[in-house]
């Protein structure tokens, strides 16, 4: 399996009084346009997923949209807790595990967690220091079935590393 991790692209900061709920906080104009550049480029490296999974978080959500979209994917967005409120390392790899050896999975999510699973899957309880900035992605594969320690790293962009590639 291929897993591609991205964090949602841009929503500004956290605004109370306009999004009371915060999970409601869309992605900014600039996150939007940034979105679509990374988005591009993951086209042109020739990304693919069967499934994408997103937080259901709405900044998250509208990631995997402008991602799906602009990949010309059909593919349906699922929306899972475990990219969200629920998440655990335990809860993702229950996710992927629904998933085939051979499929490529997007999944879209968020900081702190992201970072934590990539640290889990690539070398458990060494605190590798990965930091997801706003539309970083990360490709990891697996052999055998998603399991901590068992990732292989393929790439780790910055989204102004993906835009300068387009």
Known sequence: MKLILMRHADAGEFDPL????DSLRPLS?????????VAKALKRIGLKPARIFTSPRLRARQTAEITAE???LQTVLME???LGKEYSVKA???LLAGCGAEETVLCVGHEPDLS???????SPGHGLG??????GVMAVKFDGPPQPGTATLIYFYRPQDLIALD
């Open 18 to 21: 306009h999004y009371p709920d």
């Open 29 to 37: 104009k600039d996150g939007v346009k940034i979105q679509g550049k």
């Open 70 to 72: 602009t990949l010309g």
């Open 80 to 82: 899972s807790p475990a």
């Open 92 to 94: 993702v790899l229950k």
């Open 116 to 122: 934590e699973l990539c640290g889990a899957l690539l």
């Open 130 to 135: 990965i930091k997801f900035v706003k539309s």
